[in-house]
């Protein structure tokens, strides 16, 4: 998974000296991962096109990046069968939450 992508941004659009908070919970038979900022957020104008190749958003100014992060990281994510979701408030920070199915292991062939 392309979980770096999210870490790299959390703390790429935050403020020096605030912090990032990533989690890992197993919920029956998937797993959730959570990336959380308290950074610049996301526009709401802007989610819709988020995981788009090449969107980034209205307000990063000189931040540099490519636009392709999240297009992959949320590519990778349906390839696992799962799915990623954003919340975000402009000034307060950004969420991002994957969610993957667990498989279960299937038994040795004799």
């Given at each position: 998974m392309h979980m770096t992508s999210l870490i790299s941004n959390?703390?790429?659009?935050?403020?020096e000296g605030t912090t990032v908070d990533v989690s890992l919970a197993v919920h029956k038979m998937m797993i959730e991962l959570r990336a959380s900022d308290h950074g610049i957020g996301i526009p709401a104008q802007d989610v819709p096109n988020l995981f788009q190749p090449f969107h980034r958003g209205a307000n990063i100014n000189a931040i540099p990046g490519t636009g392709l992060g999240l297009s992959i990281a949320k590519n990778v994510v349906k390839l696992h069968g799962g799915d990623i979701t954003v919340e975000s408030v402009v000034g307060k920070g950004t969420t991002f939450v994957v969610k993957l199915p667990l498989e279960q292991a299937q038994p040795a062939l004799a």
């Open positions: 959390a703390l790429k659009y935050s403020p």
